[in-house]
């Protein structure tokens, strides 16, 4: 299987809960690798480009209130079928309909607020990764327990 990377960022409630900690560990608990990350403010700005699809719909500007209220971690995360996995390591968008063990169905009761925004595809990782990371700001590297997190061939 590839190895893809997702953008992850960990939103301003679970920035102000104090949950990133963590949100953190349950990625790096799945044997996925940060290869980027850090704190900023999105700005009005950044979120028209964050959500372009959504900035014409009636809910937009709560979003964008909401997503630059406090700062926001942004992490690139890497590892084989990452997108797909880190998906189902959320729930569902709704925190009151994510299933227990997720993220969401841990920590989050709202659709809006709900913690964390993950790729969906690999196409809107490399859009939404480039407008938070340049190229220079990643920092691959094999990590010492690689080789018995997955099996040679699965990574």
């Known amino acids: 299987m590839a190895t893809q990377r997702s953008l992850v960022l960990l939103k301003p409630d679970c920035v102000e809960?104090?949950?990133?900690?963590?949100?953190?560990?349950?990625?790096?608990?799945?044997?996925?690798?940060?290869?980027?990350?850090?704190m900023l403010r999105v700005t009005p700005e950044l979120s028209q480009k964050h959500y372009a699809e959504h900035v014409s719909k009636p809910f937009y500007k709560s979003l964008e209130t909401?997503?630059?209220?406090?700062?926001?971690?942004?992490?690139?995360v890497e590892g084989p079928d990452v997108i797909r996995i880190i998906?189902?390591?959320?729930?569902?968008?709704?925190?009151?309909?994510?299933?227990?063990?997720?993220?969401?169905?841990?920590?989050?009761s709202s659709r809006q607020m709900n913690l964390v925004h993950a790729?969906?595809?690999?196409?809107?990782?490399?859009?939404?990764?480039?407008?938070?990371?340049?190229?220079n700001e990643y920092c691959p590297a094999k990590y010492a327990l690689a080789d018995v997190i997955r099996a040679p061939e699965e990574n």
């Open 119 to 135: 790729s969906d595809s690999p196409e809107s990782a490399e859009r939404e990764l480039s407008l938070y990371f340049n190229a």
């Open 66 to 76: 909401f997503i630059t209220s406090a700062p926001v971690v942004a992490m690139a």
């Open 17 to 38: 809960r104090r949950l990133m900690g963590q949100i953190i560990s349950r990625f790096e608990n799945k044997g996925l690798t940060i290869v980027a990350m850090k």
């Open 87 to 108: 998906r189902e390591m959320l729930g569902a968008t709704n925190g009151m309909n994510a299933a227990p063990g997720t993220i969401r169905g841990e920590f989050s």
